[in-house]
């Protein structure tokens, strides 16, 4: 209301209040009257004040109407604030609002065009959202009963909604217009709701008779179930896509006309095709559409569902059929499975036949997730069969015995069928395990496809699996690891005791042989490496995570790695003594291989003529045979040896005996020639390498030698004296004394000339005594003897030839029993004077006497010379070889008898050439060793126990033809 207005009023009335009469004032103010029931109270005083402006004596009139007018603005103004108020504290309580403005209306129908317009707005979504509240309880009202699965009562809770429109928010033509409009759609969704609800039984039956068959105990075909199934669904869905026409037209309606009549979102409009279709933001079944939706799809995602719950039931149930104890068929239920996965694929194509509805999508059909359980079932399934597999495998699987002890055939033999079978139902158990992991890994991937739960229960149970099975392998190895440690122990004792046995019987006796020795140490070490070889190997095979794993495990095999140090130990000694047996061994063959050599280089050099090389090495050979043998004894290496060597050394004796007669015979020529040159040392130096080259072929003494030998030495014994040797101990000074002697002598020579007879007498005393210490010693001394003649001579000239004579006389009376001394003092007075009367001719006498000269040839000994010679030669024709040495004594006899009979002599010679010496050449092994040992036992001092070995050996005819066996004999016997 203007506020000029309302001031004038206020005048007014106050001026003319009690001027104007009743009557005129009822006619003039009836305009006023019939603005104010209009409630146009703005209008009514305007007019009431023109009314008094005309006519103030109406005035109390126009003040009493004024102030019903100014009474509904106060209303007004009161309703108005509370609305503010209102709007401020109870936004949301829309029907106050309304009421309110409903109030202001009656109370003002003339009001400011801005405040009218605010007005209706504020009523008209008051309305809209009272009508928002219902149409959300109807909604809420219907998808509560969609999820109670009552799909035909939601369907006509969502119907009843069509009627929760008054038409108060519009006016009555535009309400009727809108009505008209949608009556026919309305029609067509009541119809097909009602189709809907008589063709649902029939769908739910099919549902119904579809999961008594497909979730019945036993398997059978479905398929017309199915199809019947599909056939009612099918119907329903064409229902459906009629009502989803409707829907859509009735939303195109509710567009069309909020483009052209803003009034329309506040009419029915917005509600009915939310009702029909659900609303634009839905996310789940609502309105018809949405409850037509719900009632086939949930019916058949229960189908749906209640496969997956079986697949899920029988799935757990044939996890659960791993329990250890017994083997469980779980075929029926991986048949029920696979049923169940491929009727979902029917159930789902179903479900994914479209009506046209919104809600209607295109499910996820699971093929990932079946295809994965499918995958999975094989899975298990392969897993079961391993389970059985195992099942039967565990039964076998027994633990060793305590009481088992081991055995080396056990250890050593590579057939051991305990160790075959532990080791070939290892490689079973790591051929399963390695299989059970694959399939666990395998199942992995299926996680992502919604089967978490279900490959968590089957990795549950192939883990469990796999721990039996790891179980099961550990108990083999464990098996496999008693089994090594125990035989191995039992191998080892068995290997040590053989070598202590061996070792003991080594020492013990003397007949075992290096080559048995290295026979034996080589197959204790080859026992060795080969149990070594195999404890190495389990203990290089043995996995570090069995040992983690397994107590038995270790513990068997730090014993089985002890056992390889005793034996690694063991082996050390066995090579040691196999080190020393092959030392032993490679001195046998290095001996014998000189030994061969030695042979064959005596062969050539008895083949050149060498004999003292040849000699030297069958020596040798000899030698080196002996030390093979002291070494290892082999009986046929021994009389092989023997044998060969005895041969050899009989045809070296036989070959050199050839040149020992003829070198024998030029040393007694030689020997002959300077005795009767008197030159006796010569003649005794060549008989006596005449007897040495004698004995290096014979054993017994040349009768020939030793006979000449007897006559030089008498004529040596004759000499004996006469000169003292440069070798002589007292040389020097027997020696000076004869100088001294000599010189006085001479002196006194000179001295007697002079007339000096006292002091050449005092000379010749002086010379007498340095002779006589000369001959006290060297009493046959040529030089003194003379001298001392010379100076009795000089001495006594006048008696010196009276005492020649005597001398002479005593020397032919003397000579036969003092023969040295009586030869000494002849040849001293024949050196004086060699023309004494008949002295020429008794030194003829003695020297024939004294074998020193041949006497004249005696003719019956020269007859009786040449009839032995003929006697030796008759028999050395007759080859009568065991007569041989009775012909050489008649030829030594017949040389004796006659020197000069060379016939005799050369005869002699072929004789002995033709028998052969008789000396030994090399001793057989036995002897050669006795020898040895003798010698040894003589340089040791034991000459007793020498002594009886020389004379063991001289038993032997061997052995007392040895040069050098006598040799140690004459030794041994100048010891004793």
């Not at 305009?31 to 007019?47: G, H, I, M, Y």
């Not at 250890?324 to 029920?336: H, V």
């Not at 005795?675 to 040495?692: D, P």
């Not at 005696?858 to 024709?877: C, D, F, M, V, W």
Request: charged share 30%.
């Amino acid at each position: 209301m203007n506020k000029k207005v309302f001031v004038t009023v206020i005048f007014i009335f106050s001026l003319y209040i009690a001027v104007f009469s009743k009557g005129t004032a009822e006619k003039d103010y009836a305009a006023a009257r019939s603005l104010l029931e209009e409630s146009k109270n703005t209008a009514a005083l305007q007019n009431i004040v023109d009314v008094i402006e005309d006519k103030p004596e109406s005035m109390e009139n126009g003040i009493s109407l004024a102030r019903k007018t100014m009474k509904n603005q106060a209303e007004f103004q009161k309703a108005f604030h509370e609305l503010i108020e209102l709007l401020k504290v109870d936004p949301n309580n829309n029907l106050k609002r309304i009421a309110i403005i409903d109030k202001m209306e009656i109370l003002e129908s003339d009001m400011d065009p801005e405040l009218r317009d605010f007005l209706y707005r504020v009523k008209t979504s008051s309305f809209y959202a009272i009508y928002r509240i219902k149409f959300n309880e109807i909604m809420n009202e219907g998808i509560k009963l969609i999820k109670e699965k009552k799909y035909n009562d939601a369907s006509s809770v969502f119907v009843k909604g069509f009627s929760m429109y008054d038409g108060d928010a519009m006016s009555e033509d535009e309400n009727n217009r809108i009505s008209s409009v949608l009556k026919k759609e309305f029609d067509l969704i009541k119809a097909d709701t009602k189709k809907y609800e008589e063709a649902y039984s029939k769908f739910i039956s099919d549902v119904n008779k579809y999961g008594t068959k497909a979730f019945s105990s036993s398997v059978s075909s479905i398929g017309n179930e199915l199809s019947a199934l599909k056939n009612s669904s099918d119907r329903l869905r064409d229902i459906t896509g009629s009502l989803v026409k409707s829907g859509a037209l009735l939303k195109q309606i509710y567009l069309n006309e909020r483009t052209r009549n803003a009034e329309a979102e506040e009419s029915i409009l917005p509600f009915a095709y939310r009702l029909t279709k659900g609303r634009d933001s839905a996310k789940e079944y609502e309105g018809v559409e949405g409850a037509m939706e719900a009632g086939v799809y949930d019916p058949l995602y229960s189908l749906a569902d209640r496969h997956w719950q079986e697949i899920k039931k029988l799935w757990f149930e044939s996890c659960d059929t791993f329990n250890f104890e017994n083997d469980i068929s779980i075929e029926k239920n991986l048949s029920l499975l696979d049923f169940h996965l491929k009727s979902l694929t029917g159930i789902y194509s179903v479900i994914n036949t479209r009506s046209g509805s919104r809600f209607g999508k295109v499910v996820d059909s699971q093929d990932k997730k079946r295809n994965s359980l499918a995958e999975l079932n094989k899975i298990m399934d392969s897993a079961k069969k391993y389970y059985s597999r195992f099942l039967i495998m565990r039964t076998k699987i027994q633990p060793v015995p305590a009481s088992y002890t081991g055995s080396s055939d056990e250890l050593r033999n590579s057939e051991n069928s305990k160790i075959k079978n532990l080791k070939a139902e290892i490689q079973e158990l790591d051929f399963m395990i390695s299989s059970v992991k694959k399939l666990s890994e395998s199942s992995m991937p299926h996680i992502a496809n919604d089967l978490a739960k279900e490959q968590e229960a089957l990795d549950v149970k192939n883990n469990l699996l796999l721990s039996n099975l790891n179980k099961s392998r550990l108990m083999c190895y464990d098996e496999i690891a008693i089994i090594n440690n125990r035989s191995a122990n039992r191998a080892f004792d068995e290997t040590k005791e053989r070598y202590e046995i061996f070792s003991s019987a080594q020492k013990d006796n003397d007949k075992i042989s290096p080559g048995e020795a290295r026979k034996e140490l080589i197959s204790l070490r080859e026992i060795i490496k080969l149990d070594l070889r195999i404890l190495n190997n389990f203990v290089k095979d043995a996995d570090p995570a069995i040992s983690a794993s397994s107590k038995i495990f270790e513990e068997n095999k730090n014993g089985v790695e002890k056992t390889i140090a005793s034996l690694k130990e063991l082996s050390g000694v066995i090579d040691s003594d196999l080190a020393l047996t092959e030392s032993t061994l490679l001195k046998i063959q290095l001996a014998k291989n000189e030994a061969d050599l030695r042979f064959e280089e005596a062969k050539r050099n008895l083949a050149s003529g060498n004999f003292a090389a040849a000699r030297r090495n069958i020596e040798l050979s000899r030698t080196r045979t002996n030390d093979a043998l002291q070494f290892e004894e082999n009986p046929e290496y021994r009389s092989f040896t023997d044998i060969r060597l005895d041969q050899l050394g009989k045809d070296i004796n036989d070959a050199e005996n050839a040149v020992v007669v003829k070198d024998v015979r030029a040393y007694l020529e030689k020997a002959k020639k300077d005795y009767f040159n008197t030159e006796f040392i010569r003649a005794e130096e060549a008989l006596t390498a005449a007897r040495s080259r004698w004995a290096v072929t014979n054993v017994e003494p040349n009768e020939e030698i030793e006979n000449w030998l007897a006559i030089v030495n008498t004529a040596g014994t004759l000499k004996t004296g006469r000169s003292i040797p440069a070798s002589a101990p007292l040389y020097p000074q027997m020696i000076q004394l004869l100088n001294n002697a000599n010189q006085l002598y001479l002196e006194a020579e000179e001295k007697i000339k002079a007339g000096q007879k006292t002091s050449a007498l005092n000379n010749l005393n002086q010379a007498k005594d340095n002779i006589r210490q000369v001959l006290l010693i060297f009493p046959y001394n040529e030089i003194a003897g003379q001298l001392n003649l010379k100076i009795d001579k000089l001495t006594d000239p006048v008696n010196f030839n009276e005492q020649f004579k005597r001398k002479v006389q005593t020397i032919r009376a003397e000579y036969k029993r003092n023969s040295q001394k009586s030869y000494s003092d002849l040849l001293d007075l024949y050196g004086i004077d060699k023309n004494f009367p008949g002295l020429a001719g008794l030194k003829n006498e003695v020297e024939i006497y004294l074998g020193l000269k041949l006497p004249p040839p005696n003719l019956k000994a020269i007859a009786e010379s040449s009839n032995l010679t003929k006697s030796a030669q008759a028999i050395y024709r007759s080859g009568d070889r065991l007569s041989f040495p009775i012909a050489l004594q008649q030829l030594d006899t017949a040389i004796k008898l006659d020197p000069q009979n060379v016939s005799a002599i050369q005869l002699k010679d072929s004789i002995q050439m033709s028998m052969g010496g008789a000396a030994v050449v090399v001793l057989s092994a036995s002897d050669e060793a006795q020898y040895q040992q003798a010698v040894a036992e003589l340089q040791k001092g034991n000459k007793v126990i020498a002594a009886a070995l020389v004379e063991q050996l001289m038993q032997s005819r061997n052995a007392r033809n040895s040069a050098k066996v006598r040799e140690l004999k004459k030794r041994i016997d100048a010891l004793l």
